[in-house]
């Protein structure tokens, strides 16, 4: 697995050194490891991990490296740690916040964490709607990524709450995203933000494109945003 994805990320632009490597590969066998007794991912084979989880991961250095003022970061939905976890490693630097409401995938994090020895990351077991209206989250970070989570109008009212005014949101999306796009254009203008790249990209041995949506905060959120946990879910903003 470390090969192919060294060669992978290699191919795609991104250079790891072996601390890196060796970081990726144990998050790899540590989930794997916890998959046969907890469903922590669908994905189970190694390889499949290297591209689809780990490398997907990775390619959200294309927008980090665009903006070199991000010091802190927010990861919204985690999972078992895609992409937050990933870019971390990647990208030590950085402070990180990985919001996870499932416990036991939170936990699993947290494990990783202590195993890694990560400095400067914070892991919440709590849903995105209440951490956006936390003092020390709200509108405190400049980049917020969510990979795999909901559908655009749902996804912009969890994470852009937490997004810094000038900041970034960032989403990964599959090939067919303009028409969640398109609904989401309510939720943009409420919330504070706007369109500001779409960056396509796809992963080796896949045959579905990939894109990285990545979003401009320009105004504050109104403060009854997030709505209570579930609202978004429920009713998400969208005209009529």
């Not at 796009?181 to 579905?208: F, K, M, N, W």
Request: charged letters at 20%; one cysteine or more; hydrophobic letters at 45%.
């Amino acid at each position: 697995m470390r090969e192919l994805l060294q060669r992978a990320a290699e191919r795609a632009g991104f250079t790891l050194g072996q601390p890196q490597l060796d970081a990726l590969q144990q998050l790899a066998d540590g989930l794997i490891a916890l998959n046969q007794h907890v469903n922590l991912t669908a994905i189970t084979a190694s390889d499949e991990i290297a591209i689809k989880h780990l490398l997907d991961s990775l390619y959200c250095l294309r927008v980090i490296e665009q903006l070199p003022s991000i010091q802190r970061l927010a990861d919204v939905g985690s999972g078992a740690g895609f992409p937050g976890l990933v870019i971390k490693i990647a990208r030590p630097q950085l402070d990180v916040t990985l919001i996870e409401a499932t416990s036991k995938k939170a936990d699993f994090i947290r494990q990783m964490v202590s195993e890694l020895q990560l400095e400067a990351t914070t892991v919440l077991a709590q849903r995105a709607e209440e951490s956006g209206r936390q003092l020390g989250m709200r509108e405190s970070f400049e980049l917020v990524t969510a990979r795999a989570v909901a559908r655009l109008p749902i996804l912009a009212e969890l994470c852009l709450p937490l997004v810094s005014v000038g900041g970034h949101w960032l989403a990964q999306k599959g090939a067919d995203y303009t028409d969640e796009l398109s609904d989401a254009a309510h939720a943009l203008d409420v919330l504070g933000a706007e369109l500001s790249e779409v960056i396509p990209y796809q992963l080796p041995r896949t045959a579905t494109p990939r894109n990285l949506l990545v979003f401009r905060k320009v105004r504050p959120t109104p403060p009854q945003y997030p709505r209570r946990p579930g609202m978004p879910a429920k009713r998400p903003l969208q005209a009529g």
